[in-house]
């Protein structure tokens, strides 16, 4: 995967994983969390998380986690973005095949009138 590939990537991703679910506090925000696979070529895994890792800094996200898991060829990268608190965790599955995807925002306060579970 090549580099304009893995940002437009992580611009898909935010699009694509849109379903989102949460649960409503007392102050009516919403906790919004989506989660996805991507199919990547086990060879790439790696390669594919340090450039979704470029691609997150330098548009402002924090890595909070960038690991490599004892086997040598799985790996985890996490990530918030400090002005949003939304977070990312990107890692490898089991078998290999491919790249497990979470997006969350910790608040989303609809707008007047607004219900996310019925609109």
């Known amino acids: 995967m090549n580099r304009r590939r893995a940002a437009h990537l992580m611009v898909g991703l935010t699009a694509a994983l849109a379903l989102a679910t949460g649960c409503s506090p007392d102050d009516d925000r919403w906790s919004l969390g989506a989660v996805g696979d991507l199919k990547v070529d086990p060879a790439g895994q790696l390669a594919t998380l340090g450039r979704i890792r470029t691609v997150l800094q330098q548009r402002g996200w924090e890595i909070?986690?960038?690991?490599?898991?004892?086997?040598?060829?799985?790996?985890?990268?996490?990530?918030?973005h400090p002005s949003t608190s939304h977070t990312t965790v990107v890692t490898t599955t089991v078998d290999r095949q491919y790249l497990a995807v979470s997006l969350g925002s910790p608040c989303h306060l609809p707008a007047p009138g607004e219900n996310p579970l019925r609109n």
């Open 64 to 80: 909070t986690d960038d690991s490599t898991f004892a086997d040598g060829t799985r790996g985890k990268l996490s990530a918030i």
